[in-house]
């Protein structure tokens, strides 16, 4: 227990993360005639859920592990390990019979009816907007259950027993399966990295008194940032029920990774010359805030340091505050992704300083798919699908992922620069920012040597193709509200 929280209390993937190598996200709807009998078995499934307490051992468990064999010259062999959280969309509580306003309107209304603000593509049907998404989220789904594991064959066993728990599949099913998204870590030197081949999940926020020593340049923030009922949530009136789970924020994405290289390989920046390969690679660094390596281009702008990326002592130990940095994009361009999607001293260093707690989140997730084939790299066109199993953890969907994609990533004057920062033309967030025509993106700053220069973005290439809002539920309310006994 730490300032407060009873870790045994809270599912594991939220402040922690689960640790996995494979995770499979089964996504559901409760049997229209069967309810009682969902809320029953969910007691049964109760006692396989990870709690923080179970996922902070494991990781302890899996640092000892490396740590042993350090020290006998050889490779960790892999620990068997396994975690299960449950969340539920809105829709899954209505189900249930549980109809208290949680105090979260993105969330009531569902992810699809939000996919229009949030610039997914789509068409009008009969008045309505319809995100082009795969039709198992154009249904409704009423809640997921997350399996991860060290291996396929770990989290296929554990699915096994969570498939006994709800007679999935058989006559007497209490669940059926909409779709199931299934991610691993890739491969080699790639571990860690997502599909475009840079290093991922570098500037969480430390959450305090959980994160008890953090990184040089991590910023701490409140509880209720995270979790709800706790110092930082802002929400009023919620049911108590709600207090210690989370608003899980889950987003399945298509990456386009030949058309991407391809961009880079075509726009290389001049300031590399006369190496082509370099410029590509400067201006992919210059897109995303970092290099492959994870090094940030606010500490090493024109040349990777892998040494750097690698260090979490110094990997994240900037602010967009060196000298000149604020004003100029020679450094890091301001529409940067890193930058867009955490803008540290562009907000916090005005002169009426805009605190940027309340919009972190804590991202979870996995990469999916296969790595690019020889045809596809020779060709520059997708051919498998490939991409990011996005998911984050927020106290408010409206001032977490939500906001930092629709004021921040799409916002071509973000962030506020000069008198009047309106005039600004930075442009979208290169990677995940959105618009309703995906050809008619810019952005500047990308040429290190002339930072007033247009960049066009020819396509998206992060492609939504569903997602649901979910709420993720202490072990307490799981037990006490949702289930019902057996």
């Known amino acids: 227990m730490s300032s407060g929280l009873n870790f045994d209390d809270i599912q594991g993937d939220i402040l922690v993360g689960l640790p996995k190598k494979v995770q499979q996200y089964v996504i559901f709807q409760i049997d229209d005639n069967n309810v009682a009998g969902f809320r029953q078995s969910l007691s049964k499934l109760i006692p396989l859920i990870t709690t923080t307490t179970q996922v902070m051992q494991d990781r302890a468990n899996i640092a000892a592990n490396k740590q042993a064999a350090q020290e006998q010259g050889k490779s960790p062999d892999l620990l068997t390990l396994t975690g299960v959280n449950i969340a539920f969309s809105h829709a899954g509580l209505v189900k249930m019979g549980i109809t208290d306003n949680i105090q979260d309107g993105p969330f009531s209304a569902g992810q699809q009816q939000d996919s229009q603000a949030l610039g997914d593509q789509g068409n009008f049907v009969n008045g309505k907007f319809s995100p082009n998404w795969d039709p198992a989220f154009k249904g409704v789904v009423h809640g997921v259950i997350l399996i991860s594991g060290d291996s396929d064959d770990t989290v296929t066993n554990t699915r096994k027993q969570i498939e006994e728990i709800f007679n999935l599949g058989s006559f007497n099913s209490t669940i059926h399966e909409a779709t199931t998204l299934s991610g691993s870590v890739r491969p080699g030197d790639q571990k860690g990295h997502e599909h475009f081949g840079f290093l991922d999940g570098i500037s969480q926020p430390a959450v305090k008194g959980v994160d008890t020593n953090p990184n040089p340049g991590q910023e701490t923030v409140r509880q209720g940032v995270i979790l709800c009922g706790r110092d930082g949530d802002n929400a009023l009136f919620r049911p108590p029920w709600a207090k210690d789970g989370s608003f899980m924020v889950l987003r399945w994405f298509d990456q386009l990774v030949p058309e991407f290289n391809t961009f880079l390989d075509n726009n290389p920046l001049q300031a590399a010359f006369p190496d082509r390969k370099a410029g590509s690679e400067l201006l992919g660094a210059r897109l995303v ?172 290439w992060v492609v939504p193709r569903g997602g649901e809002y979910f709420f993720s539920p202490s072990l307490p309310t799981l037990r006490n509200k949702f289930a019902l006994a057996s």
């Open 289 to 460: 805030g970092r290099w492959k390596s994870g090094a940030p281009i606010d500490i090493s702008p024109l040349k990777d340091d892998p040494a750097l990326g690698a260090d979490p002592l110094r990997n994240n130990n900037f602010t967009y505050n060196f000298p000149g940095d604020p004003d100029n994009q020679e450094r890091c361009p301001f529409a940067a992704h890193t930058r867009k999607s955490n803008p540290r001293h562009d907000l916090e260093g005005l002169p009426i300083p805009v605190p940027t707690e309340p919009h972190r989140i804590l991202r979870r997730g996995i990469p999916f798919g296969p790595e690019v084939s020889p045809d596809e790299a020779a060709s520059g066109v997708t051919a498998s699908h490939r991409g990011l199993i996005f998911v984050c953890y927020q106290s408010s969907i409206d001032n977490g992922f939500k906001f930092i994609q629709t004021v921040w990533a799409n916002d071509i004057h973000f962030p506020p620069k000069g008198v009047l920062p309106l005039l600004n033309n930075f442009g979208f967030d290169p990677i995940i920012g959105q618009a309703s025509d995906p050809t008619s993106r810019t952005i500047n700053g990308t040429d290190p040597l002339n930072t007033s220069t247009q960049l066009k973005l020819p396509q998206q």
